[in-house]
């Protein structure tokens, strides 16, 4: 059964609406997730990592006050997308496990479609 | 800079057996894991290396060289639902997880 659950599956909204997205896991705790972005045809794009009880850890070139990242348990992690916009529109996929320094396979959520109008 | 090579596609027949092949050179190496991943739909594991040989698991197998930087899926006896996209993704020296491209395998019967 499904490790990481992830909510919503898809969302569709007009431009300029914020949209938030859960990420839970349901098995485990998990001290870091990760935030991924993939666009049509291309490979994931890691966005953030999410660290319980602290700041996320942004990657270049990805805006932290357009993605908002709060990790505030052990088992649940949300991105806002703020003022969503057209070019927003992509598929979120969060993943948890995979401790930093331990060799354990990431656990994917379902990931969530995203299509702003 | 950090890089992994993949084919974008390849076509195999029902029944079949293809190698789907992933070369890197990144910044160190602390393991590599290979994901399936069907349209629409999340990655989901399917194996890791981090020692030279291969790994058998049913009909899928993995194999690395360290000293090539070079890895390959292997799938035997494919089925229609092995259609998808293969993704490579090498561990770096600062545990960080570097994707390849994916690989979209296409099943004809």
Same mark, same amino acid.
């Given at each position: 059964?499904?490790?990481?659950?992830?909510?919503?599956?898809?969302?569709?909204? !007009?431009?300029?609406?914020?949209? !938030?997205?859960?990420?839970?896991?349901?098995?485990?705790?998990?001290?870091?997730?990760?935030?991924?972005?993939?666009?049509?045809?291309?490979?994931?794009?890691?966005?953030?990592?999410?660290?319980?009880?602290? !700041?996320?850890?942004?990657?270049?070139?990805?805006?932290?006050? !357009?993605?908002?990242?709060?990790?505030?348990?052990?088992?649940?992690?949300?991105?806002?997308?703020?003022?969503?916009?057209?070019?927003?529109?992509?598929?979120?996929?969060?993943?948890?496990?995979?401790?930093?320094?331990?060799?354990?396979?990431?656990?994917?959520?379902?990931?969530?479609?995203?299509?702003?109008? | 800079?950090?890089?992994?090579?993949?084919?974008?596609?390849?076509?195999?027949?029902?029944?079949? $057996?293809?190698? $789907?092949?992933?070369?890197?050179?990144?910044?160190?190496?602390?393991? #590599?894991?290979?994901?399936?991943?069907?349209?629409?739909?999340?990655?989901?594991?399917?194996? &890791?290396?981090?020692?030279?040989?291969?790994?058998?698991?049913?009909?899928?197998?993995?194999?690395?060289?360290?000293?090539?930087? &070079?890895?390959? #899926? #292997?799938?035997?006896?494919?089925?229609?639902?092995?259609?998808?996209?293969?993704?490579?993704?090498?561990?770096?020296?600062? &545990?960080? #997880? $570097?994707?390849?491209?994916?690989?979209?395998? $296409?099943?004809?019967?």
């Amino acid at each position: 059964g499904a490790v990481v659950s992830q909510h919503p599956s898809r969302v569709i909204c !007009k431009s300029g609406t914020s949209v !938030k997205i859960e990420c839970r896991s349901l098995d485990f705790q998990a001290t870091t997730m990760f935030w991924y972005r993939q666009f049509p045809k291309q490979s994931l794009m890691l966005m953030a990592t999410s660290n319980e009880g602290s !700041k996320a850890t942004y990657e270049q070139g990805v805006e932290k006050d !357009k993605f908002l990242i709060n990790h505030a348990s052990l088992t649940l992690s949300t991105l806002t997308v703020t003022s969503a916009h057209p070019e927003d529109s992509s598929f979120y996929i969060c993943s948890a496990g995979g401790a930093d320094r331990a060799f354990q396979p990431q656990h994917f959520g379902d990931g969530t479609r995203l299509s702003i109008l | 800079g950090q890089n992994i090579d993949q084919p974008t596609e390849m076509t195999a027949t029902e029944g079949a $057996i293809v190698q $789907i092949n992933c070369t890197y050179q990144t910044s160190g190496f602390n393991g #590599l894991f290979w994901y399936q991943q069907h349209a629409g739909e999340a990655p989901t594991f399917l194996s &890791y290396n981090v020692l030279d040989g291969l790994e058998e698991k049913g009909r899928f197998s993995s194999f690395l060289s360290r000293s090539k930087g &070079y890895s390959y #899926l #292997l799938l035997k006896e494919l089925q229609m639902k092995d259609s998808a996209s293969y993704l490579c993704a090498v561990v770096d020296s600062n &545990y960080q #997880l $570097i994707w390849g491209a994916g690989t979209k395998l $296409i099943i004809k019967p």
